[in-house]
């Protein structure tokens, strides 16, 4: 069953880039209210728990690196049907295969420097969320 929260965070290179306000304006023009939002930076070590379903996998070092190496701006979104329609609107992992009007073709670099995160199930947007942010920081 679908929830109406979902998780996203801005990644360190559309932050650096200054795209922060662009991506948050698409994610409000797209009908999302934003529950909570900070801008924070990673360790490797908060990057490499956050991730750690990954650990297996060999990009996981360049992974961990990659999310510690600038600020992120975190999120909770808040919609109808909200991870479904995140993910519809960040588009495919691979900027050259998203569709237009998604985040990833406006502002991705690579397959790898894609922008933005977006919880994969509704699930993941709860222990994503909880990650990043306690009850008292959502409104």
């Not at 990673?42 to 190496?69: I, Q």
Request: glycine share 8%; aromatic share 8%; proline share 3%.
């Amino acid at each position: 069953m679908a929830t109406n929260r979902t998780f996203t965070m801005i990644k360190p290179e559309a932050v650096e880039n200054g795209h922060t306000g662009a991506i948050l304006k698409m994610i409000n023009d797209a009908g999302f209210r934003i529950v909570a939002l900070k801008k924070k930076q990673l360790s490797a070590e908060a990057a490499g728990e956050f991730y750690e379903v990954h650990k297996e996998r060999p990009f996981y070092g360049e992974l961990v690196e990659y999310m510690s190496s600038g600020p992120i701006v975190a999120a909770i979104l808040e919609k109808d049907n909200a991870m479904v329609d995140f993910r519809e609107l960040i588009g495919s992992t691979d900027p050259a295969d998203a569709a237009d009007g998604t985040i990833r073709k406006a502002y991705a670099e690579s397959k790898a420097k894609n922008a933005v995160h977006g919880s994969d199930s509704d699930e993941n947007a709860e222990i994503e969320g909880s990650f990043h942010f306690d009850a008292s920081e959502m409104f």
